[in-house]
């Protein structure tokens, strides 16, 4: 079965490979806000970068991130069960804790794990995400070992607007969103509500329980306008989602209550003739979680940083940031004759960033960026990046770079606490990572373009939480002693016909881990779970009724991956079929005000999983209708 899903999707690449493509050249001269300390033109980030914009949000219908995220090259994302239950999603065959996720520029991982759950981050206000591929420690800290995910919300502008939407669906689902944004003289202003509710379909392999979900978010953006050279900003986001789950393949009356806040206060400064830019500001995220199942988890994260650049030329620019990090996660619940899970632990981190962007001749970009971390609990790290990209005549383009980046152990890793279950190892060290990638666009004509990119990736240091220790009878986290290995391709298309949008890229993932074994004592490799090794994805556009009407087809291609089932002991590695799925949506925009939606997930109603024992959400149909104004 899975030798016929791939030959498939071969046969589709190998037919439209004359006129396909993947980085249009208008997208080529799009700006990175996270491809540098500072915007850089796409031409000259030397890494695989992908934009989503407003348009494409809302084209697909895409509820929560997790959703509009399937659709890129080198992306797996397993989720363990149907809407808000945990989403995990993994980047070239990373651990799921291994993307950085920043909202407005502010890192929303959460301490407990160091993983973001993107069933929680919606998409209703939000305007462009931007995708960086590789490893970005140097940039912008541990846990950007594979890529740094930035989400961009809508922002203030001199003209009042506003809106409102509703959708319902089966299930019982409803959604309510609104917002508002305009300015006043030299101050700006958004703000937006979302509600998400649903009673869920069953999950489980056995049972017919359904499991619901419920979702509210509130964004701020504020901004004033000092002078001409100088401004302030501030933002807020506030998340509580409520999700009920099973255990163990079965029904169960398991729930999260989960409440998220970040935001951020900036100060910007650009001199006269432009060429020094200053900022400065203050970060926090902080997240509280109360289970039935486990103790209560808060975390709370602080960063302070101020960052200086200079344009010493037209297309040179050199930036250097300072950073503390004040890092807290408490622990809250009963102690037992098992021990006392309630602690509180803290962390300190002090951090130096330069990057420096330098056109060699024209056309020719050298980047080089590195960080020096001093840590209260770890060694120092130095990580660095660096990179070279070529814009060659008729925007083709090739690009090289080679890092290094690191991943801290969490704080579960390190003191997490569930009695009977899993106790942390205060001695676990860091995962480090070297990576190189090339790749490339190549424009075959105005409409149509083409990109390939090779990475190479050795991890060392790989912190295992699942281990069992037989000598305390619970799970423990451990480092791996032997470095796993990840190599992988991604082709990327794009182009048009007429009005029709066409949007293909193809994965191809080696993702091994070299695993201890007992009876005989041996050293197997194996690959790494929840990982397909071939993915595909086919989306299509199309604009009709003047411009007033859009249909979206997306095909997504999963192929066969691994996980492991803890039924028994010693657990086994068990596959998890390939599947296809299709979800489509139907806009109609009758007038600049009113929008009309009608969608549909997993249309032709597959049933599959994509985690060991919890079944994926089955079809699903939604309508909704919208204004603006």
Known sequence: MQFKHTTLGLAVFASLFGTSAALAQEEIETISVIGARQPIELSRVSASVSVIDRAEIENSGALNLADILRSQAGISISQSGAKGTETRVRLRGSESNHILVLVDGVEINNLSDGAVDFAHVNLDNVERIELLRGPQSALWGSGAVAGVLNITTRQGTEQTRGGARIEVGEDSSAKLAANVSGAADAFNYALSVSHFSTDGQNISAQGNERDGYRNNEFNTQLGYKLSEQARVTANLRYVDSYNEYDAGGADAELYTHGRFASGKLGWYYTAVDTRWQHEAGYQFSRSETVSNLTSEADSNKQRWYWQSALNYSQAGRIAMALEHVDEEF????????????????????????????????????????????????????????????????????????????????????????????????????????????????????????????????????????????????????????????????????????????????????????????????????????????????????????????????????????????????????????????????????PDQHWTFALRAENLFDHDYEEVIGYQRQGRTAYISAGYQF
């Open 330 to 589: 408490t622990q809250i619940g009963l102690a037992s004759v098992w021990g006392d899970p309630n602690q509180t632990q803290e962390n300190h981190t002090q951090s130096v960033v330069l990057d420096v962007v330098h056109e060699v001749l024209e056309g020719l970009s050298l980047t080089a960026n590195s960080r020096y971390d001093s840590n209260d609990e770890f060694d120092d790290a130095l990580t660095f990046r660096l990179g070279g990209s070529y814009l060659l005549d008729g925007g083709h383009k090739i690009y090289i770079s080679h890092g290094k980046a690191v991943k801290n152990p969490t704080l579960v890793e390190r003191f997490g606490y569930f009695p009977a279950d899993f106790l942390g190892n205060p001695a676990l060290e860091p995962e480090k990572s070297i990576s190189t990638e090339l790749g490339g666009q190549y424009q075959i004509n105005a409409n149509w373009s083409t990109g390939l990119n090779l990475y190479f990736t050795d991890l060392e240091n790989e912190i295992n939480g699942s281990f069992f220790d037989l000598a305390n009878g619970r799970y423990t986290a451990i480092n791996m002693s032997e470095n796993s290995k990840r190599r992988g391709a991604e082709w990327q298309l794009k182009g048009t016909i007429g009005e029709l949008k066409v949007d293909l890229n193809y994965s191809y993932l080696d993702a091994k881990e070299k695993v201890k074994k007992t009876d005989p004592p041996r050293v197997e490799e194996q690959t790494e779970v929840r990982r397909p090794r071939h993915q595909a994805n086919l989306t299509l556009s199309q604009d009709f009724f003047e411009q007033k009407a859009n249909a979206y087809i997306q095909l997504q291609y999963q192929g066969t991956r691994e996980d492991t089932f803890f039924g028994t002991y010693p657990y086994a590695q068990l596959k998890l079929n390939a599947v296809t799925l299709v979800n489509a949506a139907v806009n109609f925009k």
